[in-house]
């Protein structure tokens, strides 16, 4: 060390005794601490500390560590008492525990490095040559991470910045740098990890409340945005970028909940017209029109080909959502496609092996493939699978009446009429029967002798008989 340096720093390092008592004195007015706020040990403290008196001053700060650790005030005040004491080495750990507690703490930071000079001049303090070699390489890690990323080298910025923040966890500007980088990478999801604690690591930081926000509201996660904005109003109830963004979150995380709120009711036609409010309150994210257009498609599963339509510009925009991939599959079911309601559905189960619902809609959807291949009672009728009982019957007596044995004169036309008209009556009785449809629904065929177990074969004929058997033939029926 220079000759000249040393006698500075020697002749500051005297003078840390009455230094730190008048700093101390001040800070309690600066830093806005009232004796209201501090307990009763810590307030004696300060008194004795002023009045010289030390042995008794260290005691109730001793006492005051042990009440309030958090309190970066009380860490620095005992290091006070030490270093009036002429024990610097004591004083060390509290000073450096008070910037770990609050980084802008200037004060403590120029006592900190006064004090580690002068212990550094003493060969047998090792912990003191161990603290000022981490200063020193932190300080060189500082500078070649704001080279790296000058030159926009931000992989190399975020590997330097890695050490940085393992020696110095709560340096709020290697949090931010780091973040940037990773914004500048596109990597968010890391950058709000870095920004969630340096927001909160100053006094005043607004702009990262602020980024912070708008990178959850990019990333869909409102509610969460609109939470890291209202800090910044905290801070400052008329900042303008604040103030606007916070409006533009609350606008459009109100429309959503709302949304779900009818959703939930089964107000569907309601909820689809809040999201396409949230669409145009939003139209530059591309998550939120995504969002509004998976949850249409679920609301127009009832009306599936208009569904289709929507759920397949939401498959465009989001090919691996497996929410979009089922209520596309359920509109496949509703206009009886049930081959592409299985490709959906086994889709959607390659992204997610786990889920039951998207398992047992598949199961559902290859049941009714199989029995489309067989019996489709809905197709039989020529009707939706969302017809009310009302157009189910409506369906059967014009067809009844179509194909009635009576109205043929051949034989061949005679039994290819009576077939159909047994179909027609078998699809009568299971789509107007609550129970029965619920099972043809679910895949299963209550007509099929392999699941009447043991009830007499009602497959052929769904009274139990038929009137047809036996030769010539001439009788009314009646359409119930």
Known sequence: MEPGRRRGVSSLVSSLSLLCVVLDLQLDGVLGVSPV?????????????????????????????????????????????????????????????????????????????????????????????????????????????????????????????????????WDPESREMRAECYIRLGEPRKAILDLTPAARLRTDNRAAFLKLSRLLYDLGEHHNSLSEIRECLKLDQDDKECFAHYKQVKKLSKQMDSAEDLISEQRYQEAIDKYESVMRTEPNIPFYTTKAKERICFCLIKEAELALDTCSEAHQRDPQNIHILRDRAEAYIQLQDYEKAVEDYQEAREFDQDNQEIR????????????????????????????????????????????????????????????????????????????????????????????????????EWPFGFNPFQGGNFHFKFHYN
Do not use: C
């Open 37 to 169: 706020e501090i307990e009763q040990h810590l307030e004696m403290g300060r008194k004795l500390l002023a009045a010289g008196q030390l042995a008794e001053a260290l005691s109730h700060y001793h006492s005051a560590v042990e009440g309030d650790s958090k309190n970066y005030l009380t860490y620095y005040k005992r290091a006070a008492v030490f270093l009036a004491m002429g024990k610097s080495k004591s004083a060390l750990p509290d000073l450096t525990r008070a910037i770990q507690l609050k980084p802008d703490f200037l004060a403590v930071s120029l006592l900190s490095g006064l004090l580690l000079e002068k212990l550094l001049r003493s060969p047998d303090q090792e912990e003191a040559q161990n603290q000022l070699h981490k200063a020193e390489e932190l300080e060189e890690l500082q500078e070649e991470a704001h080279k790296a990323h000058h030159r926009g080298d931000y992989t190399t910025t975020i590997q330097v910045l890695d050490r940085v923040i393992e020696l110095s966890p």
């Open 360 to 459: 047992e809609g598949l199961e559902r959807a290859q049941k009714l493939l199989k029995l489309s291949r067989k019996r489709d009672y809905y197709k039989i009728l020529g009707v939706s699978r969302s017809a009310n009982k009302q157009e189910i019957i409506k369906a059967y007596r014009k067809l009844a009446q179509q194909w009635h044995p009576d109205n043929f004169q051949s034989e061949t036309e005679k039994k290819e009429a009576e077939k159909k008209f047994i179909d027609i009556a078998s699809a009568k009785e299971v789509l107007t029967d609550p129970e029965m449809r619920q099972k043809f629904d679910s895949g299963e065929d209550p007509l099929d002798p392999e699941n009447q177990q043991g009830e007499g074969g009602r497959g």
